[in-house]
C-alpha cells in the first residue's frame, strides 16, 4: 500500500511539474522562435539588436525542453519543412554550403589543377556515381562525413546535385553540423559538406585551423575569393551565381494567429536586421526578392485587421 501512495504521489508531483512549466512558458508574454543550431547565433543577434529600440519585447530562441506549443516562429532552412500549407513564410536570409577537407588530405593532390566539376563531386560524395568505365575516378580514398539529423545539410546538398540522403557515401555523424568539422580535423583522409559559419572563423573571419576548401571547378577570381575568407565570399556569392555552390533561403515561418510583437519583429529583421547577416555567416535576402517580401509584410498585415 506505501508503495502504491508513494507511485501515485509521484505521478501527481511530476504531472504539476510539467504543467507548472507549460504554464510558465505561456504565461510570461515571451515570443519563442525555434530554429536549427547553426541558425542560433544570428537568431540570437537578431534579438539583441531589436531589443535595443523594443526593450518591452522578449523574445526567445527555444531550446529542447520549451513546449512545442508555445513555438510562435520556426526558422524553415528549405521550403520542404513546411508541413501545414496554411502557414505564411517570408525569407530573412540566405546561407550557402561549401565541400571541405582536411588540409592535409590526400586528395588536394590530385584534383589542386583543375577543380572538381558537378559531376566529378557526385563522383566522389554519392553512391552509383561512377566513371565511364565502372570505376572509382580518384587516385586517393577519402572518407565522406555527413549529418544523421533531419536539420543536416544533408538533404540539401543531396537535392541539389540531383540525389538522395541515402545515398551520401561514408560516415554520419550524430548531433549538429558543428562535429563535421571537428571529424575532419582529426582525420586526414576526411571530406564533408558544411555552412559558411561553420567553416569560417566568425570572429577573425578566416577558414578555421586544418580546414581547406575542396577545390571546385570556379574561375580564378572565384577561387581567390572563398579562400580569401568568409567576407569576400559573402561579396562573390551575393554578385554571381555559381552553379557549384549550393545557396537556399532562411525564412521564418508562423501561423495566422501570430502576435503583434512577433510581426514587428520579423518586419524588423526583413528591413534592418540584414545589417547583422554578414557577421554571422549568412547572405542578405536577394535583391531582387526584397520588395516582394516587403509586400508580403503589408498583405499579411493588412489582413490582420
Do not use: C
Not at 523574445?59 to 520542404?80: F, H, L, P, S
Not at 583543375?114 to 580518384?138: A, M, R, V
Not at 541539389?160 to 571537428?182: C, P, R, S, V
Not at 569576400?232 to 554571381?240: F, V
Request: charge should be neutral; hydrophobic fraction near 35%.
Amino acid at each position: 500500500m506505501k508503495t502504491s501512495r508513494y507511485i501515485k504521489f509521484t505521478f501527481i508531483a511530476a504531472l504539476f511539474l510539467v504543467t507548472g512549466s507549460i504554464f510558465a512558458q505561456n504565461s510570461e508574454n515571451v515570443l519563442y522562435i525555434k530554429g536549427a543550431n547553426f541558425t542560433h547565433p544570428i537568431l540570437n543577434a537578431w534579438i539583441t539588436e531589436y531589443n535595443k529600440t523594443n526593450p518591452g519585447v522578449v523574445i526567445k530562441v527555444a531550446d529542447r525542453n520549451t513546449n512545442n506549443e508555445a513555438i510562435d516562429i520556426n526558422v524553415v532552412t528549405n521550403e520542404n519543412q513546411i508541413k501545414n500549407p496554411a502557414q505564411q513564410s517570408l525569407q530573412v536570409a540566405r546561407y550557402a554550403i561549401l565541400p571541405v577537407a582536411n588540409k592535409q588530405n590526400p586528395l588536394f593532390s590530385e584534383i589542386s589543377n583543375k577543380g572538381l566539376d558537378k559531376n566529378k563531386i557526385k563522383q566522389l560524395f554519392f553512391e552509383k556515381d561512377i566513371d565511364d568505365e565502372g570505376k572509382y575516378p580518384f587516385r586517393n580514398e577519402v572518407t565522406i562525413y555527413s549529418g544523421s539529423l533531419e536539420t543536416s545539410n544533408s538533404e540539401v546538398i543531396s537535392n541539389y546535385f540531383g540525389k538522395t540522403e541515402d545515398q551520401l557515401k561514408g560516415k554520419k555523424i550524430a548531433g549538429d553540423d558543428i562535429f563535421l568539422i571537428n571529424a575532419l580535423k582529426k582525420d586526414e583522409t576526411g571530406v564533408a559538406f558544411n555552412y559558411l559559419s561553420y567553416i569560417y572563423d566568425t570572429k577573425t573571419r578566416e577558414l578555421k585551423d586544418n580546414i581547406a576548401i575542396l577545390p571546385i571547378d570556379l574561375k580564378k577570381d572565384q577561387w581567390q575569393a572563398v579562400n580569401s575568407g568568409i567576407d569576400a565570399t559573402l561579396t562573390l556569392l551575393e554578385s554571381e551565381k555559381i552553379n557549384l555552390i549550393p545557396i537556399e533561403t532562411l525564412s521564418l515561418a508562423f501561423d495566422s494567429k501570430l502576435p503583434k510583437e512577433a510581426q514587428s519583429f520579423i518586419e524588423w529583421v526583413v528591413n534592418d536586421g540584414q545589417k547583422l547577416n554578414h557577421d554571422y555567416g549568412f547572405l542578405n535576402i536577394d535583391s531582387k526578392e526584397k520588395k516582394n517580401i516587403q509586400q508580403q509584410i503589408i498583405n499579411y498585415a493588412s489582413l490582420e485587421k
